[in-house]
Structure formats: structure tokens, C-alpha cells
């Protein structure tokens, strides 16, 4: 799994340098693939400076997580306009799926805020660097309130920093075909919505994770103990499944487990 990692940052560092070259783009070194065929806690950023190749991750609650760059790059995702130690994030990324994933009227102290949708009907386009990072979207569909489809309703959110790619599903509806696959790229450690329901069935999503084929899976967006106890419960035997005891967790390629492995944060 290490070797397919090495091979698949080397292949798409060149295709990133073709994308930005072609587009004007900052550089993704995610992009290209290997074969794919194959309760809220107070929290407080820590003092304790990252290697350049670590980045600090920390689940605040529901699908919102801190990701801190060695460059002190902070982003919420999913962001509600609410942060535990009033904490203000350098990017705030949003869905809208429901209320609990944005807020219309975020802090004007945060320099960036990607709503992972667009109001015109056009799919939301991020592909920006802040700081030591690179951020992106691919865009999925939604259903609405009627039952129907909102196209390009959701993103997920790509976050390459530290040599790591990290994604964070949002609000996932549906199983991903081999061309948003494409666009994602690699992923190394991936935030994924367990509910079951209110996103869709785990089953599912763990088909999602099999495509994804990340190292490090960290499960969100679900109801209670019984629902993560069901998920982690078709995980096992695939996956090695592990549980913190602490909502952070510092992340480095070397650090990455050798097996896939679902790390379980506390607060949902």
C-alpha cells in the first residue's frame, strides 16, 4: 500500500503541473490516481508547533473538524458559524444540506469561506492556495425535501497539505461513479458520514470507501453510539478499526497506519 502511495504522489505531481499549467491552477500533487480498479467538546488550537509534514486534525462535533497546517493554516469544515473557544478559522468550507453544515452569515474575520455550493445553479469551482495549503471540490448531488435531486448540491472538500491528501465527504447522498473518483484523486486520510440514514445507508458508504481506498478513515455525522457500533461493525475485518481518546490527531505520511484503518475521535 506504501508503494502504490509513492507511485501515486509521483504520477500526480506531474499531472498537477500539467493542470496548473493548462489552467492556471495552483499545483495538485492529489490529482492522478493508481490504478482504482484495484456532543460539541471545548477544544483549544495547540500551542505545539508541526513538522512540515504533520497536520493536526480535531473533531469539534456533528461534520465540522479543525485542520491546522505547519504554516498555521486553520480551516473548519462544514462550518455553522460556531466554533468551541470562539476560535476563528483562516477557511470555513460549508454544505448545505441542512442548517447544521453552514450559516449565512459567517464571521467576517474569516478570510475565506467556501460554500460548497452555488446559488446560480453552476457547480461550485474551488481550486485555491491559502497559506501551505491547496484546497479543491468536487461537486455531488443532493436530494431535496420532495424527494427529488439537486444537482451539485454538496462538495467534497480536498486538502493537500503537509505532502497528505484529505478529504471530507460533507453531506454525501450517493455512491461515486468512476469520474468523480478521477476527480478526487488520492485520498490519505478521508472524514466520512456514518448516520445512515439522513446521508445514506452505511452500505453504501462503505462502498464509497472501498472506491476511496484512503489509510486513515475517521468517521462523523452519526446519532449515537448504536449507529457508529453498527457502522465500525461492517468495517471490521476489512478495516482495523481504533478509537482515541482524545478529538486530535496529528497526521504525517510516515505516520500513516500500514492497513486501512478507521480511527474513531470522540464527540459526534
Not at 150 to 179: A, K, M, Q, W, Y
Not at 254 to 259: A, F, G, I, Q, V
Amino acid at each position: 500500500m506504501r508503494i502504490l502511495n509513492v507511485f501515486a504522489m509521483t504520477v500526480g505531481l506531474i499531472a498537477g503541473l500539467w493542470f496548473t499549467a493548462a489552467d492556471a491552477q495552483p499545483v495538485s500533487s492529489c490529482l492522478a490516481v493508481a490504478d482504482r480498479s484495484l456532543p460539541i467538546r471545548t477544544i483549544a488550537l495547540k500551542a505545539a508547533s508541526l513538522a512540515q509534514d504533520e497536520v493536526r486534525i480535531t473533531f469539534t462535533g456533528h461534520a465540522t473538524f479543525l485542520i491546522e497546517s505547519a504554516g498555521g493554516v486553520v480551516v473548519a469544515t462544514d462550518y455553522a458559524g460556531y466554533l468551541p473557544d470562539g476560535v476563528i478559522p483562516t477557511v470555513a468550507t460549508m454544505n448545505r444540506a441542512h442548517r447544521t453544515h453552514y450559516t449565512d452569515t459567517p464571521s467576517p474575520e474569516i478570510a475565506h469561506i467556501l460554500r460548497g455550493w452555488s446559488i446560480d445553479g453552476t457547480p461550485a469551482r474551488h481550486h485555491v492556495t491559502v497559506g501551505d495549503m491547496v484546497i479543491r471540490n468536487v461537486t455531488t448531488d443532493i436530494r431535496d425535501w420532495s424527494g427529488g435531486r439537486i444537482p451539485d448540491g454538496n462538495s467534497i472538500f480536498i486538502f493537500e497539505v503537509g505532502g497528505l491528501c484529505i478529504g471530507h465527504l460533507g453531506h454525501l447522498h450517493h455512491t461515486l461513479g468512476p469520474d468523480r473518483i478521477a476527480q478526487i484523486g488520492r485520498l490519505d486520510v478521508v472524514m466520512v458520514p456514518v448516520d445512515g440514514s439522513y446521508t445514506m445507508d452505511q452500505a453504501s458508504m462503505v462502498e464509497v470507501l472501498r472506491a476511496l481506498r484512503a489509510q486513515l478513515l475517521i468517521p462523523m455525522h452519526y446519532f449515537g453510539p448504536d449507529t457508529l457500533a453498527r457502522f465500525l461493525g461492517q468495517m471490521k475485518g476489512e478495516f482495523a478499526v481504533e478509537t482515541s481518546a482524545s478529538p486530535t490527531v496529528v497526521v504525517s505520511m510516515k505516520s500513516l497506519p500500514d492497513e486501512p484503518t478507521v480511527l474513531v475521535l470522540p464527540g459526534h
